[in-house]
């Protein structure tokens, strides 16, 4: 499965898209499979950001933000094209302008900034002041958002299955994180360290969510996309209890994301790069029950030691075993042997069966 290009990293997995186009209405199920066969159509942009990220290009931004009183968002209206990034709909400067993909957009790009730069002392997407853009209206009826290597890009959604894609911070602040992956551990995007890659864009997604609102661990949902996915106690993904997070769905079925290693799924889906959407619960789970272990604000402990170890410590090739112990020697060096941060992050590996 080694593929030199990078991967756009869609907020909605290949499982789910196959569902609607085998069980959805007509009229969805032509948007489906576009949806799939999409990612062939965008392989020349993928092969330049690749080139570029190699490079070192990627990691000296063209127009860095140097006030560090702006995030530097550009939010652009793509008019139901396919033609990146569309006209100029709003930047830094500018009030809202009443179109609620735009100025979700531009709300979710700035609260995901802040997060990383008030909690981790991040500057930026890519640490070097990058500006955030973001192309809205993309497509028509597009049930998807992805980052490009570059810019986000979310579509509108269908109104049947799915609303628009900027209605969930969480689901804005996964793409970004994508990019914050990029720039750090740049974790290869299939099978164990694909599964971290999704993992720690939904951790952190969650995190910029709860400190949005002021919450606590024990007070938050813990999921992923509920505004976005269309049906009352539905959501895309639930760290809390991955497998849950849709259940019975006319179309979509059952969430298949397993919990612990006894539902690992491995090479048989080779449509999710071997399951990185799939198996990506069980690091999310382990983050889970470490974060509600240590209570409090989740990202100042338990966030901070797996946001550490994402920047400093992991390697590309990574696996849920190397990340665990990395991940508890990382609390043990942050915060003293034996403490309870140290002793909360192991209980999360082991309860999800890795160690």
Not at 188 to 203: C, I, K, M, P, R
Request: aromatic share 10%; glycine share 10%.
């Amino acid at each position: 499965m080694s593929d030199s290009s990078p991967i756009i990293r869609y907020a909605i997995p290949p499982y789910m898209l196959e569902q609607i186009r085998l069980h959805g209405p007509d009229e969805l199920r032509t948007a489906a499979a576009e949806a799939l066969a999409r990612s062939d159509s965008l392989r020349s942009e993928r092969i330049a950001v690749q080139s570029r990220l190699a490079s070192g290009e990627l990691s000296r931004p063209d127009e860095a933000v140097s006030d560090p009183a702006l995030v530097g968002r550009r939010v652009f209206d793509a008019g139901g094209s396919e033609v990146l990034p569309g006209t100029l709909a709003r930047s830094d400067a500018d009030p809202p302008t009443g179109d609620e993909a735009v100025d979700e957009a531009f709300a979710g790009a700035g609260l995901t900034y802040f997060f990383y730069r008030d909690e981790y002392g991040r500057n930026s997407i890519d640490d070097r002041g990058m500006g955030i853009d973001s192309t809205v209206h993309f497509a028509t009826r597009f049930n998807n958002a992805f980052w490009t290597g570059r810019q986000m890009v979310y579509g509108d959604g269908d109104d049947v299955l799915f609303n628009r894609f900027t209605k969930d911070l969480d689901i804005i602040a996964h793409e970004l994180t994508h990019g914050v992956i990029q720039y750090e551990a740049n974790l290869d995007y299939q099978f164990q360290s694909g599964s971290l890659h999704e993992s720690f864009a939904d951790v952190l997604a969650s995190m910029v969510k709860q400190r949005s609102h002021g919450q606590e661990a024990r007070d938050a949902d813990w999921l992923i996309g509920a505004n976005v996915l269309v049906g009352e106690g539905c959501a895309m993904r639930s760290l809390k209890a991955p497998g849950t997070a849709y259940q019975n769905h006319a179309v979509l079925g059952n969430d298949p994301q397993g919990a612990t290693m006894d539902e690992y799924q491995g090479v048989a889906f080779h449509d999710d790069r071997g399951g990185v959407h799939l198996n990506s619960g069980i690091p999310s789970h382990a983050f889970y029950v470490a974060a509600m272990e240590l209570g409090g604000y989740a990202w100042q402990r338990a966030g901070r030691i797996w946001y550490r170890a994402l920047c400093n410590y992991l390697g590309r090739d990574a696996d849920f075993q190397g990340a665990a112990l990395l991940m508890i020697q990382v609390a043990r060096d942050e915060f003293a042997p034996g403490s309870l941060e140290e002793k909360a992050v192991e209980k999360g590996w082991r309860e999800v069966k890795v160690l």
